[in-house]
């Protein structure tokens, strides 16, 4: 069964930091894409971050320069280091991964954590 569990949300004020985790578990992690999206009220859900499983790294415009993604294939996780943020990242951030895709479209995902809300404060 495959599991993506996300942690380290929360509220922050305007230029602070936090770093988000996310633990996978029941499939092959080390071949696979994993990224994180957000999804603010009213909005579509966007692409934020993407760690392809041959090691390419890409980022939104939005995040680029203040968003690191790493991933640790040994413990199976991915993790979001966000700094300098802003209200307009508050969301609910998701995990998620794919074998075989690696984009910015949540639809070719296949595999999402529940999420972790971020709240950023003026």
């Known amino acids: 069964q495959v599991q993506l569990v996300e942690s380290g949300g929360g509220s922050v004020q305007a230029g602070g930091s936090l770093r988000l985790s996310c633990t996978a578990s029941?499939?092959?992690?080390?071949?696979?894409?994993m990224a994180w999206f957000r999804q603010a009220p009213g909005k579509k859900r966007e692409g934020v971050a993407y760690?392809?499983?041959?090691?390419?790294?890409r980022y939104s415009n939005s995040v680029k320069g203040r968003f690191t993604i790493s991933r640790d294939n040994t413990k199976n996780t991915v993790s979001l280091e966000m700094t300098s943020l802003k209200p307009e990242d508050t969301a609910m951030y998701y995990c998620a991964a794919d074998e075989r895709h690696c984009t910015k479209s949540p639809s070719d995902f296949a595999y999402w954590g529940q999420g972790t809300q971020v709240t950023v404060s003026s």
């Open positions: 760690f392809s499983a041959l090691g390419t790294i």
């Open positions: 029941g499939y092959s992690y080390s071949r696979h894409c």
